[in-house]
């Protein structure tokens, strides 16, 4: 089983608590229900989103803007540092 | 909600019943230590420094150690000093909460042995009072509880830290007060956090605690804000500085910030606040003491056993494997969140009901196996 924490209702993105594989019904808990099927192998603790996120669009994880999205980010694709840009700085480019 | 407590003379209300033995300065604390072992009933609260230390740094540090005199959780003090003046400076601080203070200065007696008799007897008549002093029904908003982490790790940010939050809210909106700490955690997130100021000042106080920490980093050469999150935050799924600090600050709950306060001060206002200290936790809980939390509610992921000797620290963790590998030194497990799917309100509430049973009498490890430490931060060299 793959699951998924929503840890706000209005999150567009969720965080894995088992390993993924691609093709995967991940099942969401936490603030959220229902599944998502997964884009892609994607290790535990990293991200996926809920919903689909255009390019240029909020992240938003605790209720909060985490970053910008860099490219659409489909429903059940990882969100990560390579499609999402912080507004505030990071630390494998300058801030 | 209520719970059971002591009420002090000054109105604030104890949730434990010790007579705290006060060492002045560090040359003290081997006889602080030898009256503890031998009174029942008494915390040692022992510094390193205070010689040496001048200006602001002196300053803080006799503040910080007459604020953990002060704490409710202390039935009275016996203060303990080398000469007149610092022992002074101590006790007259502690004074205002009409508690009993006693004190023994060392250059009046003859000796280690004399001062160690002395001090035994002082704490044994303290401890015969306050054991007359009764629990009563208090409301939960005479409490004040410090949020704090250590040994993070991925199931902080997903599970311990919003239950802590959910914990907080709950106190808060009970009429409580709530202290968040550690300014270096904010970075990257502050303006996020800025948003939940319940006016103007209040947030550029926040705001000028943290880019004014951001600022001293940098002229000591290090970029807290271009660093994060580090290699291994990104290996193991966090993107940004901002979900880093987020997750860091969800232990503080959703409720607008009332309050900013420096190292160790105490909130004059109910509600959430922010108190601007170094990210180490034992310093950090050595200011929440000062500061007159009576407990501590701390987030591990991977584990981290250290308790406060004024403050009761609840060790809180969501990771299975932490929980099951050390299970003595985690006071609330709430891995269902992450196990079981049970949401973060749910859990949190149960959390709560711990907070106020921990405030009744219930006892925490670092309690029982009195794994406690005290360390009170410097901000200046000795000279």
């Known amino acids: 089983m793959t699951r998924a924490i929503l840890l706000n209702e209005s999150d567009n993105v969720a965080t894995l608590i088992d390993d993924g594989s691609s093709g995967d019904d991940c099942l969401l808990q936490g603030e959220g229900t229902g599944s998502v099927k997964l884009g892609r192998d994607i290790p535990f603790g990293h991200k996926i989103a809920v919903a689909d996120i255009d390019i240029g669009g909020e992240v938003i994880k605790y209720g909060q803007v985490i970053g910008l999205a860099t490219e659409a980010i489909p429903a059940g694709q990882h969100a990560h540092v390579h499609n999402i840009e912080s507004r505030r700085g990071r630390g494998d480019k300058p801030a | ?383």
């Not at chain 2, 022992?46 to 602001?56: A, D, K, P, S």
């Not at chain 2, 604020?67 to 203060?79: E, H, S, T």
């Not at chain 2, 959910?166 to 270096?184: F, K, M, N, P």
């Not at chain 2, 709950?253 to 206002?269: A, F």
Request: proline residues 4%.
């Open chain 2, 1 to 383: 909600m209520n719970f059971l407590g002591y009420e002090r003379p000054d109105g604030q209300v104890g949730i434990r019943n010790w007579i705290g033995v006060i060492s002045v300065m560090d040359n003290i604390n081997p006889i602080t230590r030898a009256v503890c072992g031998a009174v029942d009933g008494t915390i040692p609260v022992t510094t390193l420094f205070v010689r040496g230390q001048f200006g602001r740094d002196l300053e803080i540090a006799f503040d910080t150690l007459a604020g953990m005199g002060r704490n409710p959780n202390l039935a009275g003090a016996l203060v303990i000093g080398l000469e007149e003046y610092s022992t002074g400076q101590i006790a007259d601080r502690i004074a205002n909460t009409g508690k009993p203070i006693e004190t023994v200065i060392l250059q009046r007696t003859a000796g280690s042995i004399a001062a160690t008799a002395e001090g035994t007897e002082k704490a044994a008549r303290l401890v015969a009072g306050a054991s007359s002093l009764r629990r009563k029904e208090f409301p939960a908003s005479a409490l004040t509880l410090g949020v704090e982490c250590g040994g993070s790790d991925t199931t902080s940010g997903l599970a311990s830290n919003p239950a802590i939050g959910r914990a907080a809210d709950r106190l808060v909106d009970d009429g409580g007060t709530v202290i968040i700490s550690e300014t270096s955690e904010f970075l990257g997130a502050e303006d996020l956090f800025a948003e939940r100021a319940a006016d103007d000042s209040v947030r550029r106080a926040f705001l000028d605690r943290v880019l004014g920490h951001e600022k001293a980093s940098m002229e000591r050469g290090l970029d807290i804000r271009g660093a994060n999150p580090v290699p291994d935050n990104i290996k193991g799924g966090l993107s940004t500085i901002e979900e880093k600090a987020l997750g860091a600050m969800s232990k503080a709950g959703t409720r607008p910030l009332v309050g900013v306060l420096d190292y160790g001060e105490s909130p004059v206002r109910k509600g959430m606040h922010f108190m601007a200290t170094p990210a180490p936790a034992v310093e950090s809980m050595t200011a929440f003491a000062a500061s007159g939390c009576q407990l501590i509610a701390f987030s591990t992921g991977v584990g981290n056993i250290i308790g406060n000797y004024v403050s009761p620290t609840i060790k809180v963790s969501g990771n299975p494997k932490t929980v099951g590998k050390m299970p003595v030194n985690i006071d609330h497990d709430v891995c269902s969140i992450i196990e079981d799917g049970r949401t973060i309100t749910e859990v949190g509430d149960e959390l709560y009901d711990y907070v106020l049973d921990v405030s009744s009498g219930t006892k925490v490890a670092s309690e029982i196996l009195d794994q406690r430490e005290t360390a009170i931060s410097r901000f200046e060299p000795s000279i």
